[in-house]
């Protein structure tokens, strides 16, 4: 428990793996394991979360009954249906969390989150309501215009490559949620457009998402390295 409220864990797993050469990237093996175990794994050992809602992509929905059969996740309280949309599976998910104080999201194809992030996390949100997972770019960073043409290079030092977990006081996120009309890359975008702060926490550079075959290889390379 956390300040003696509920937590509980959105994983987002109703993603199509239009890049994963007809792999499903979520159920694709990982140290003989799907990504998805992986992920849930973090969560269901976790001592800071109570229950978790896992939303599927239609398809899915049997496969992801029996991977938590098998694995015994018996946080998973509900196995929620995907949407379109990113944000229609979170509010998917959302919905089965009511009467959790405090909410984390996380993208269920990032396998190798470290357990410490949900503890730091969500000691980062108590201070402002919401925080974010995120490390330092590596790369510079250009602005270009319509034509491909360099307009401008960015200033590193202020830019931040944002991960998930994404925690936030339930009350916030569900009202962000309850705004219809908004597209949001990702979960905290919603909440800055209540004109609410976010804070920050570091992520890990080994916390990547699972997007394509090379992804699965790195992940492959850094669970044999201890991450």
Not at 7 to 26: T, Y
Not at 81 to 92: A, K, N, W, Y
């Amino acid at each position: 428990m956390f300040l003696n409220e509920k937590v509980g864990a959105v994983i987002v797993a109703a993603g199509q793996s239009r890049r994963m050469e007809g792999q499903d990237k979520i159920f694709a093996l990982l140290a003989g394991k799907p990504v998805l175990a992986h992920t849930l794994s973090v969560f269901q050992e976790s001592p800071q979360v109570d229950d978790i809602a896992l939303v599927m992509a239609e398809h899915n929905i049997e496969k992801a009954k029996e991977l938590v059969k098998e694995y015994n996740f018996s946080k998973v309280i509900a196995i929620c249906f995907g949407g379109t949309l990113r944000q229609d599976s979170v509010r998917s998910g959302l919905s089965a969390l009511c009467d959790c104080g405090w909410i984390l999201i996380h993208d269920g194809a990032r396998p190798l989150l470290e357990p410490d992030s949900i503890p730091e996390g969500l000691e980062a949100a108590k201070l402002c309501g919401s925080a974010i997972a995120a490390v330092p770019l590596k790369d510079t960073i250009k602005e270009i215009s319509p034509e491909g043409l360099v307009e401008k290079t960015l200033p590193r030092e202020r830019l931040i490559s944002v991960q998930t977990p994404q925690v936030f006081r339930a009350d916030i996120i569900q009202k962000a949620y309850q705004r219809v009309g908004i597209i949001a890359t990702d979960d905290a975008q919603l909440v800055e457009k209540l004109k609410l702060p976010v804070r920050i926490f570091s992520g890990a550079y080994a916390n990547i998402k699972i997007t394509t075959p090379e992804d699965l290889l790195m992940a492959e390379i850094l669970l044999k390295k201890g991450r």
